[in-house]
């Protein structure tokens, strides 16, 4: 099994991609020629050999014509631009893929509809070369997994078209939940969108186990000149075929517990509210008995370690905890996927889970269900009743 490795340690943008891409061995002349299938205004790829604390890569620029005049694109206006170009099928259907995740979060952080998203920084020539560059590597490496490090996200504020932000942007933020990260290894952003989409549309697992042999390694010189090597490092290898074959993914997570006997019982409900808009994966009570026999609640959270602070702080300050208990857990998950199913009551998306490459379990979406069951006057049971019989 070929792999494709992420190694994020001083994070990842566009142009760190496709040269680490390139430094890999992807042929660049290639590259550059199917670009030119792109119909956008003129630019030149510059791609040299630089180097960052001692370690040597390859730097690609996209420099653009002084004639170009800076304007904002819709996300309908890519998707036009993209699927009306001679690129192939499998390009063109990543490269949207990877500009959906960019626009799914600006669409929810601005509160409007993905087909009116307006790109400012994304909608520009060096990032539609960047993501459909990304696209076209990966067609060319032809691997069939793709594994990323936990991504390193940097910190202090970054200034883009709405001001100055804090690190990471609430783009990227949006982009890479569900993702494990790290950050404040310096004091500036080190993931940019393009880069978290780029991983967030093509990694089958995050993992910081590399257990794979190395064939080739490449590096992407980054434009920053820092304390630490502003590189991205991909690495080419090969995997036993029986590692994914259970489709299993193993990922690390922290348990976060508090034992608690003399709370009001109706303020659970704002507590685990507060609990999951903070990001938490899981809350749950559990009926404890407590020293002298007092009946009690132990409240679990299950999360990533970048929501871990948040988590501690709520339990403190909305309930009548005096402490927590933290642990880090191994999370063993089913690969997943969704699927639309239609019924004579509407179409209802359907969460299966696998194993051994067979579909094991399905299981349709509570909340869609219930507000179909409101709109069309039944009982919810009567629409999942609906699902299997396949009316």
Do not use: W
């Given at each position: 099994?070929?792999?494709?490795?992420?190694?994020?340690?001083?994070?990842?943008?566009?142009?760190?991609?496709?040269?680490?891409?390139?430094?890999?061995?992807?042929?660049?002349?290639?590259?550059?020629?199917?670009?030119?299938?792109?119909?956008?205004?003129?630019?030149?790829?510059?791609?040299?050999?630089?180097q960052r604390r001692g370690v040597s890569g390859t730097r690609v620029e996209v420099v653009l014509s002084e004639k170009n005049v800076p304007y904002h694109r819709s996300f309908r206006n890519i998707s036009k631009l993209i699927e009306e170009s001679d690129l192939s099928q499998k390009v063109k259907t990543l490269s949207l893929?990877?500009?959906?995740?960019?626009?799914?979060?600006?669409?929810?952080?601005?509160?409007?509809?993905?087909?009116?998203?307006?790109?400012?920084?994304?909608?520009?020539?060096?990032?539609?070369?960047?993501?459909?560059?990304?696209?076209?590597?990966?067609?060319?490496?032809?691997?069939?997994?793709?594994?990323?490090?936990?991504?390193?996200?940097?910190?202090?504020?970054?200034?883009?078209?709405?001001?100055?932000?804090?690190?990471?942007?609430?783009?990227?933020?949006?982009?890479?939940?569900?993702?494990?990260?790290?950050?404040?290894?310096?004091?500036?952003?080190?993931?940019?969108?393009?880069?978290?989409?780029?991983?967030?549309?093509?990694?089958?697992?995050?993992?910081?186990?590399?257990?794979?042999?190395?064939?080739?390694?490449?590096?992407?010189?980054?434009?920053?000149?820092?304390?630490?090597?502003?590189?991205?490092?991909?690495?080419?290898?090969?995997?036993?075929?029986?590692?994914?074959?259970?489709?299993?993914?193993?990922?690390?997570?922290?348990?976060?517990?508090?034992?608690?006997?003399?709370?009001?019982?109706?303020?659970?409900?704002?507590?685990?509210?507060?609990?999951?808009?903070?990001?938490?994966?899981?809350?749950?009570?559990?009926?404890?008995?407590?020293?002298?026999?007092?009946?009690?609640?132990?409240?679990?959270?299950?999360?990533?370690?970048?929501?871990?602070?948040?988590?501690?702080?709520?339990?403190?300050?909305?309930?009548?905890?005096?402490?927590?208990?933290?642990?880090?857990?191994?999370?063993?998950?089913?690969?997943?996927?969704?699927?639309?199913?239609?019924?004579?009551?509407?179409?209802?998306?359907?969460k299966n889970a696998y194993y051994r490459g067979e579909k094991i379990k399905s299981k349709p979406e509570y909340e869609e269900c219930k507000k179909l069951a409101r709109e069309k006057g039944v009982s919810i049971k009567e629409i999942y009743d609906s699902l299997k019989s396949g009316e």
């Open positions: 099994m070929k792999i494709l490795y992420y190694d994020c340690f001083s994070g990842i943008s566009g142009d760190m991609n496709l040269g680490a891409m390139i430094d890999v061995g992807v042929d660049q002349d290639r590259l550059v020629n199917e670009l030119k299938k792109l119909a956008i205004d003129p630019y030149e790829i510059r791609i040299t050999m630089d893929k990877i500009f959906t995740k960019i626009a799914q979060a600006e669409a929810k952080i601005h509160g409007c509809n993905i087909d009116d998203v307006h790109f400012h920084e994304i909608g520009a020539v060096d990032s539609i070369v960047d993501i459909v560059g990304a696209a076209l590597c990966l067609e060319s490496l032809n691997v069939d997994r793709v594994l990323s490090s936990p991504v390193q996200v940097g910190g202090g504020f970054v200034k883009c078209a709405h001001g100055s932000l804090p690190v990471p942007a609430p783009a990227t933020a949006e982009i890479l939940r569900e993702i494990p990260i790290k950050s404040g290894l310096v004091p500036f952003e080190t993931t940019t969108p393009t880069g978290a989409a780029i991983l967030a549309a093509t990694v089958d697992a995050f993992t910081e186990e590399m257990n794979f042999t190395p064939r080739k390694i490449g590096y992407g010189i980054g434009h920053r000149d820092t304390d630490i090597p502003n590189v991205l490092r991909i690495f080419l290898g090969d995997m036993g075929e029986d590692v994914f074959a259970d489709d299993v993914e193993i990922s690390e997570a922290f348990m976060v517990e508090c034992n608690i006997d003399d709370m009001n019982p109706e303020f659970y409900d704002d507590v685990m509210d507060a609990l999951f808009e903070a990001g938490a994966q899981d809350v749950f009570l559990v009926p404890v008995i407590m020293k002298k026999s007092r009946p009690a609640v132990k409240i679990s959270v299950l999360c990533h370690d970048r929501e871990l602070k948040s988590v501690e702080k709520i339990l403190l300050l909305r309930t009548s905890t005096l402490g927590v208990r933290t642990r880090k857990v191994t999370k063993t998950m089913l690969r997943r996927d969704f699927s639309k199913v239609s019924t004579k009551y509407g179409e209802i998306s359907v």
